[in-house]
C-alpha cells in the first residue's frame, strides 16, 4: 500500500465505493440504479459543478436521448441509460421447518455471494424476502459466487434483519452507512434517520428494483429499500424547509 489515504480511510473508502462503482455503471452501462423515477429525478454527474459525484437532476425529457437539469447549478445534461438484460432464478427459502420456493427477476451480471445477505422479491406476490445465501447453484453444480446469468437458483434462508444502505450527502461528499434493521421497520422521507448519534434528514428513498419516493410523509419498509439518502441538514435552514419544496 502507497497510498496512506486508502489505509487512515479504509473503513470510510470501503463503504463508499460502492456508491462511486454505482457513479459508474450509471456513467457507463447503464444499471437498474439508473433507472428512472417517477417522480422524474435521477442522479448523475453534473460536468458543470459536480463532476465527480452525483447530483440530483430533474428529468426534463426522457426516452431515447435523456436531458435532466442539475438542480444544484441548473446545467442542462444529456445521459445515457442502457437497460440490462434480465434472468429469473429459482429461489429457495427455508425458514424453520418450512421451504418456500419462488422466482425473482435480477439483471443478467448481478453477482452473488454465499453467505451474503440478500432480498429477494417474488416475480409474482411481489413480497419481498430478506435472505442469507446458503448456496448458489447451476445445473447440480454448487459454487460459491457467482453472476446471475451463470446461476439458476439460489437457495437462502430467511432472516428477520435487514442491512439498509445509508448514504448521507455533506456538500461534495457522500458517505455511505449500514443500519442494521428489522425488515418492516419504517423509513420515511423528511424524517431523521440516526447514524453515530448525529440525525440526518431523510431526501429520498431508492426503492429495490427502481424508483425514488421523494415527498415528505412517504414511507418505505426497509426490506424494500435499496438506499436511504439523507443530507447533512445546512446551518442556515431547519430541516423542516426542506420538507416542504
Ligand atoms: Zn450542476
Redo the contacts with the bound molecule.
Keep these: 500500500m502507497i497510498n496512506t489515504n486508502t489505509d487512515d480511510f479504509k473503513e470510510e473508502v470501503d463503504s463508499v465505493e460502492e456508491v462511486q462503482s454505482e457513479e459508474n455503471i450509471s456513467e457507463e452501462s447503464g444499471s437498474d440504479s439508473n433507472s428512472e423515477s417517477e417522480f422524474g429525478e435521477i442522479e448523475l454527474k453534473?460536468p458543470?459543478?459536480?463532476p465527480q459525484d452525483e447530483?440530483w437532476h430533474q428529468i426534463i425529457k426522457s426516452g431515447q436521448s435523456p436531458v435532466a437539469r442539475?438542480m444544484?447549478?441548473?446545467?442542462i445534461n444529456s445521459y445515457r441509460i442502457s437497460r440490462p438484460k434480465k434472468k429469473t432464478l429459482k429461489i429457495i427459502v427455508s425458514q424453520m421447518e418450512n421451504t418456500t420456493v419462488f422466482q425473482t427477476t435480477f439483471n443478467e451480471e448481478e453477482r452473488f455471494f454465499v453467505d451474503d445477505e440478500i432480498i429477494v422479491d417474488d416475480d409474482i406476490s411481489g413480497t419481498a424476502y430478506p435472505i442469507v445465501i446458503t448456496s448458489l447453484g447451476m445445473k447440480e453444480q454448487k459454487r460459491p459466487a457467482a453472476f446471475a446469468k451463470d446461476l439458476d437458483t439460489i437457495w437462502g434462508r430467511a432472516i428477520d434483519e435487514v442491512t439498509v444502505k445509508i448514504a448521507i450527502q455533506d456538500k461534495d461528499i457522500t458517505k455511505s452507512f449500514d443500519q442494521k434493521v428489522p425488515g418492516d421497520f419504517s423509513y420515511i422521507v423528511g424524517q431523521n434517520v440516526k447514524i453515530d448519534g448525529k440525525t440526518y434528514p431523510i431526501v429520498s428513498i431508492k426503492i429495490r428494483g427502481g424508483g425514488f419516493r421523494s415527498k415528505a410523509g412517504e414511507t418505505v419498509l426497509a426490506k424494500k429499500i435499496k438506499r436511504v439518502y439523507a443530507k447533512k441538514p445546512h446551518r442556515m435552514y431547519d430541516s423542516g424547509k426542506r420538507e416542504n419544496r
Design positions: 453534473c458543470s459543478c459536480s447530483t442539475c444544484d447549478c441548473g446545467q
